[in-house]
């Protein structure tokens, strides 16, 4: 029994009871009044800290005698707080006089006694007397001590094959291993899905029961996100958990009697809980059902405010919508409590300001209520962000969103709610939700104020509570009520007068539709102006949302109906004194309407009353006996029968599911037939069965099973409800089995458990994730799940079971561990790249390694991870693409963002490694240019060692032309940045970025010839370090940096070069410094000289730019000799005077030659210096060895350029391109480069980059730059594809004989590596199929062949027959008979310049067959290879089965000249990111050679929708999202089609225009377009907003050679981007490959 008390006497218990270190946050209620017994609390330490959340029940002593005499008895052996379990543990041994209780009204004695029973429910318990220490000590428990460890750890020891303690043995037999047992002695073990009571203190009146607070109930994910339990494993896994937990509490003789969503809570993961401890459910076989057990519900403190608040409420136990709702109709119940009834079946709760409940506000404040007046009521048809926000703004909102929606948030928010009771809330909530800095003056001050300001809805208490008025809080004036209403308690009584008058109960029906109704979704949401933002993840757990009651109109009260005609009744009597009674007989059939429409209201929103459990009638003689028979037979078992001990082998054998396959419906009939030896063995445990059966139906069918009415009819008539027949069978026999009318009928839990619905893979799940779910610390739980997994448990429960458990297992390795803990997470990890598919570790594993990555500062497993054999197995599981996209800048980072030195040797080891592998392309834009952005944010010395290694190990040519490019590009930044005045930051980040660069520029030297360093550092351009060295705005320490680096140029390339380059360009700086003002200031000090040896100079002195005559004075005195200084500079008498008088140099004749003393030349390296990557190097030192990134047949080359710089010699490395160039066949062409003078007239967007996530993005300058071009084919390229690594690229066009050929090209060399020379015509379209190396081309047949040997696998063509027939057909093995001519086949490219009509290309041209294949398009997620034909068919080809599936007709049979194919597309087939291949797309997009567009369900093949897209032949099309499509055409035009709107009509398209020609082709990149039309390109952004026409502009460009910039004039046929190499391919009809940048 519970005393159901209110907020706030609840709180005032719990403080005064308990703890005041107990911070109450809000009450659970079950009813629709705020009364509860359970509270959220949470715990404050003593540094202020808050503790997580937790739930404290009140339970009566009175009532529940048996827990409180357990309590006394376990507290008075030494007064201090003891442990249940710890405590039982001691009792072993058991009579038969401890197997029951003598108190008729006990809840926890059947089987054994009260206190065997409680101590198995509640074994991790600490049982006191209530105290603050009391609370604490549990909360520090939790926290730190982590009660269930033990028992995790002797888990692990029997796994690894240890002798471990018993305590493992018996939590297997929980879990059902090696069988499920019900007549087992109870242990002190906690079962996994039992929510775990962490304290039971005793108080003067209550018991307080603790448990951990769980984010969200069954009942939140069926109302809010109902995609949580998307499959059939998720509701057999939720059911397999239940079931188990009811096995072991009947097993104890008890039942939980009151099982239902809303009592089955789930923690983050979704694992279940079921709370047993709760008096309100918590039933014994000998109880009573728990309808008899009643609440009391009132105000327990005597000084409550609230006392009278709640006096007429009419307080019900059980929440019925039906009974409500009658009342309501009828009157009898009032507006204010029948909302209150709807909000809490929308989910709503009392005291949570998130989720509060809500209420309309019905008068705007500017006047008294009156009825007789329309003035100052509120339009109730209108949401109130409606009226507040304005019908102009909602458009706006909803037609400029690129998710259509008008409202954004929900109808009352937590600000709302806070700012409303602000003056009651505390003020720490206060400023979490409202503003962090207390402004009592910014609340506002009187309701009309709050009306007009807030665009929420109102709260209940505004209608019933008048202490919300008054503040508690120094500076926060009370909230000022209206004028027309004297006091608080006077305005609560007006308003709820208005709340309940006949003005709004004729209008609340419309803003019920709005809030809770049919209004919230559909065509009637957008009518009223009222469509929510959705929730961007449905599959996503929720325990809050917007829950959409009814789907039709709600019907208005019958009594606001019935007072609408009071007035009539008048004008009504003289004609009823007449004889004419015509107007009653109106009235009495519209009182029928009125009656049946709304008993058809009630009809369709019957799943608001759900009912889980069936009223059994009592026999308590026939459960006595049952009784009696389960004690003697748990007696004997006790005493007589001992359990086996299982071994790690034991185990793997219950987690084997290699030899399951899929259960039958015939199984479960012949499993159904066997039930009556194994059905329930009370009342309460037939009890809880029923609710298994409800919710399980409810799981499948999204609505409940029964209702008031229909349970009713069940047990009258026997009849189950029609919805049954909807469930799947193998669930509907489970169901009827466990609702069975007769109780004694129903299937025990342990026999369900065994029933062959639950598979194998849900009972394996199972065994393993359970240990996971105890109070124990993560690291013991790391351990247990990479020991088992070690053990082989991964491989035994198969790909599926791991993937389940992956996402609970990879939780405890995001956390901070020790390194014996990361070593165990490195082996869980490896363990699940072994057993996963590449789809379940591109969304599991790789989300948990990218968090790891992202950790700042040490991590052992992070440093595991960045190994070589790690990464290596990452990229052969996922793939090159994704590895780049989500592993790969997530290496980098480490080497700027993580301080931690043994993180960033390894990423740079990496990085290193992996670049020959990437190839040149891709290393220079996803590696090197990233690197060079981190210059000046405190990029590592490893940073810029993988710069130089890379240069080194690629060679010269590529650092002349990829890097040395880049560090100009940054160097004349940071110069310009430092003549302007710009804010400190910048400037501090180009002093930084530009000695990272000079740095950078040091070490590439080793690597360069000295002709080229002079060239390219001295005579190029400008001389960067003599620019430097001219800045007056530079800090002194980069000054120091680049004089530096230009005496170690210098000396590499010797005194000749020097004299010759470099000397004559030094006088200008030479002369600025010799009259500057601290040399002609010092010119009259004295110049005695001083001979003999000077002493050592500290480069520290160095403090102001004078100072650089030191730097570079002797050391090119040393170099060059120093008359031949004295010669070029002029000023050297100045200068020498100075470097005398400072820092005593003088230059030393000796014997033949000139020169410093050695102690001056000491002085010539400064102390930045020290940074010089060769000086600290980790990476060099771990090279030896790893072989990443040297193939096989390059081993020796690889290492020998792994040599440290110090070691090697002056001969540059030999570029990989020259090194391939034999293979080519382009001819001594020279290599090409990747970065090309920008052509001069293109003023063309640049694209935004993309990598790494919108955090890392790069921009792509599209320079419209041909940088290599080859002779591909004889004739006409035709298609291009380009292969995920972006290295190797296959070309189809025309070949010798105009017979079609592809070719393989390798990038790296622009070598053809291989060729297809099997088409009998010209190749038209071609894929690149991900599996087994095969390409699939087309030219009016469709060959597959192996990439690597060039062999024909497969032709398939279509027949005359089946296409007539328009039915499947089986895959014909040789080519086809019907040819084509070249003419026919390749008449869009001849037609490309050509004058379009509106029926298309082909409308002159007839002659093509309609049996011929015309394009191609691969569904990666079907493996299925859709392909169009020339009558409009679409046919699907199971490519590893090698055979032809189902055709689809896109056309209908009455066109005399039906259109081709031209073009197909999938569901979000072109997007960039987050690829994931689990779900199929929902359409496939169809375009026609006549300009008409078609989507067909990929399910069924029925056509979605057609419409006319352009007015010429549709070239292509694109998805680059689930909602959008790209198409392009010859009528010069690219079209973006949203399909969430109305997008039949051309007019509500985004139109892109400019090209001049017919657009032959698009390829994209995320948001971004390149178009190709005749000899142009043009770039377009689908991400840009469009003109009020609908209109964005297209610049067309002409592509220009890189070396000459020569216009291009070669007809463009196709194109194809590389986004990770930030390049773009074309073919040309004159059989060219370009690429292009």
Known sequence: MHQQMCSGCLERRIHFDFSQKLIFSYGISSSVHPFSSTAVVQMVYADGEASPQFLLTCVLNSTDYCLRKYIEELYEEGRETKVAGVISSAHNEVTLADLGCGDPKCRFSCKFSCYRTITSLA??????????????????????????????????????????????????????????????????????????????????????????????????????????????????????????????????????????????????????????????????????????????????????????????????????????????????????????????????????????????????????????????WRDLRRSKWRLAKGDEQLDFTYSSSEIPHHVSDECLSELAVCSYKARRLPLRIL????????????????????????????????????????????????????????????????????????????EINHWIDITFGYKMSGEAAIAAKNVMLPFSDTTVPRSMGRRQLFSQPHPPRRASFMETNVNSNSSMRQSQLNGVDCQNVLLETSHLLELEETAAFCEHALHLSPLYYDEIGNSVSDDHCVVEAQKEAMYKATVFVKSSVPDINSILENIDVEDCGTVGYQDLLLWSEKLLNCNVSSKGAGRDIFSIGCILAELYLKRPLFNSISLSVYHQTGVLPSSIGELPPHAQVLVEACIQKDWRRRPSAKCLLESPYFTKVVKSCFLFLAPLQLLA???????????????????????????????????????????????????????????????????????????????????????????????????NCIGKQAYLECIHPLV??????????????????????????????????????????????????????????????????????????????????????????????????????????????????????????????????????????????????????????????????????????????????????????????????????????????????????????????????????????????????????????????????????????PENLNTKRSVSMKKTPSDYAPAKMLLNGVGWSVPQSQGQKGTKNLMPPSKRTNEPFQDLVEQHASFSTSGKEEPWHWFPSLA????????????????????????????????????????????ADECTVFTGGVGQGFRGTVLKW??????????????????????????????????????????????????????????????????????ASTNVSSEQANVLNSSSSSSVTTNGIFSSVFAFDERLYTCMHYLKSMERLVVGTGNGSIRFIDVPQGQKLHLWRSESGESSFPSLISCLSSCGSDKMQGKEGGQPPSWIAAGLSSGNCKLLDTRSGNIIASWRAHEGYLTKLASPEEHLL?????????????????????????????????????????????????????????????????????????????????????VLSSSSIMPFSRLFLVGTEDGYLKICC
């Open 123 to 376: 074994p991790i318990a600490q049982v006191g007397i209530s105290s603050d220490s009391t609370f604490e000590d549990i909360v520090l428990n939790l926290v730190s001590g982590f009660p269930e460890d033990n028992i995790l750890n002797s888990l692990t020891t029997l796994i690894e094959g240890k002798a471990s303690p018993r305590e493992s043995v018996n939590f297997l037999h929980l879990l059902g291993i090696p069988s499920f047992r019900e007549n087992d002695f109870p242990g002190c073990l906690r079962h996994p899905n039992l929510a775990p009571i962490l304290g039971m203190v005793k108080a003067s009146e209550y018991t307080g029961i603790l448990l951990p607070m769980t984010p969200f109930t069954l009942e939140n994910i069926l109302h809010f996100s109902p995609g949580v339990f998307k499959s059939e494993w998720h509701i057999q896994f939720l059911i397999y958990q239940l079931l188990s937990a009811l096995a072991h509490i009947h097993g104890l003789g008890v039942s939980h009697s009151n099982l239902c969503p809303s009592n089955v809570f789930l923690t983050d993961f979704c694992w279940s809980w079921i709370h047993v401890m709760d008096g309100s459910q918590l039933d014994s076989c000998q109880s009573s059902s728990c309808s008899e057990v009643s609440n009391v519900t009132g105000c327990c403190m005597e000084d409550c405010v609230s006392q009278g608040v709640f006096t007429d409420i009419r307080f019900s136990q059980t929440l019925d919508w039906h009974s409500a709702f009658q009342s309501w109709w009828r009157g009898d119940l009032s507006n204010f409590d029948y909302l209150l009834v709807l909000n809490r079946l929308a989910g709503r709760r009392w005291g949570d300001h998130s989720f509060h409940p809500v209420m309309p506000w019905v008068i705007d404040f500017s006047t008294k209520p009156d009825e007789k007046n329309d003035a100052g």
């Open 431 to 506: 400023r979490m939700a409202v503003r962090s800095v207390y402004e009592p003056n910014e609340y506002p001050s009187s309701m009309q104020r709050l009306y007009q300001w807030t665009p929420d809805e109102c709260i209940p208490e505004f209608y019933s509570d008048p202490q919300i008025f008054i503040s508690l809080h120094s500076g926060m004036n009370d909230l000022v009520v209206p004028s027309w209403a004297d006091s608080p308690h006077e305005f609560i009584r007006l308003h709820r007068e208005a709340l309940e008058s006949n003005h709004v109960s004729r």
């Open 777 to 875: 610390k993560d690291g013991s739980c790391l351990c247990y799940a990479a020991s088992f997994a070690k053990q082989g448990a991964l491989k035994a429960m198969g790909t599926f079971a791991a993937e389940k458990c992956a996402s609970y297992c990879l939780s405890f390795t995001v956390v901070p561990l020790s390194d014996a803990e990361a070593e165990y997470a490195y082996v869980l990890l490896k363990e699940f790249l072994k057993c996963l598919k590449e789809d379940a570790v591109k969304t599991i594993v790789v989300p948990a390694i990218q968090k790891i990555l992202q950790a700042t500062g040490y991590s052992h497993l992070k440093f595991s991870l960045l190994q070589d054999s790690f990464m290596r197995e990452i990229w």
């Open 892 to 1157: 980098i980072s480490n080497l700027w963002v993580s301080p931690d030195k043994s993180s960033a040797a390894a990423a740079s080891v990496l990085l290193i490694c992996s670049s020959e592998e990437l190839g040149i392309p891709v290393t220079v834009q996803q590696t090197i240019l990233p690197l060079i952005q981190c210059f000046g944010r405190g990029i590592s010395s490893d940073g810029i060692d993988v710069l130089l290694r890379i240069g080194g190990l690629l060679g010269e040519t590529f650092i002349v032309t990829q890097i040395l490019p880049l560090l100009r590009n940054v160097i004349h930044s940071c110069i310009d940045v430092s003549c302007l005045n710009k804010p400190e930051p910048l400037q501090s980040w180009s002093s930084s970025a530009f000695v990272d660069c000079v740095m950078t520029l040091d070490g590439l030297l080793t690597f360069l010839s000295k002709e080229v360093i002079v060239q390219e550092f001295i005579e190029h351009g400008t001389f960067l370090h003599l620019m430097a060295l001219m800045q007056t705005n530079f800090g002194i320490q980069v000054l120091q940096v680049a004089a530096t680096s230009l005496v170690a140029i210098c000396e590499r390339v010797g005194p000749d070069l020097t004299a010759l380059h470099v000397l004559p360009r030094l006088k200008g700086l030479f002369d600025e410094l010799a009259f500057s003002q601290e040399i002609t200031s010092a010119s009259d000090s004295s110049g005695r000289s001083i001979r003999g040896s000077m002493q050592k100079v500290d480069v520290e002195k160095i403090t102001s730019r004078i100072d650089l005559v030191l730097l570079l004075y002797p050391s090119f005195a040393s170099l060059l000799g120093i008359e031949k200084l004295r010669q070029c500079c002029t000023t050297w008498l100045l200068l020498e005077q100075f470097l005398l008088r400072n820092y005593n140099w003088k230059w030393e004749y000796t014997r033949e030659s000139l020169r410093s003393s």
């Open 1240 to 1283: 001069t007239n293109w003023d063309a967007p640049d694209f935004v980059g993309r990598l790494g996530g919108p955090k890392d993005e790069l921009p792509w300058k599209i320079r419209a730059s041909i940088i290599h071009s080859i002779r591909a084919h004889h004739g006409v390229v035709r298609s291009v594809a380009v292969c």
């Open 1306 to 1375: 390798d990038l790296s060399r622009m070598g053809c590596t291989i060729g297809y020379y099997g088409h009998e015509e010209v190749v038209n379209d071609m894929c690149v199929l991900p599996y087994w190396e095969r390409i699939a081309s087309c030219d009016g047949t469709i060959h597959i062949w192996n990439s690597q040997t060039g062999k024909v696998i497969l032709i398939l063509a279509e027949s005359s027959s089946a296409l007539s027939l328009h039915s499947s057909g089986d895959g014909v093995q040789n080519s």
């Open 1526 to 1610: 790209v198409s392009s055409s010859l009528d010069k035009t690219l079209r973006v089609w949203d399909l969430r709107r109305s997008w039949m009509k051309p007019e509500a398209s985004v139109v892109f225009k400019g090209h001049n020609d017919g657009i032959t082709g698009f390829s994209m990149w995320g948001q971004d377009v390149i178009s190709i039309a005749k000899n142009k390109i043009g770039l377009s952004s689908l991400s840009r907003p469009a003109d009020e026409d609908g209109q964005q502009q297209i610049r067309p460009q002409y592509l220009y050679l890189a070396e000459r910039g020569t216009r291009n004039m070669s």
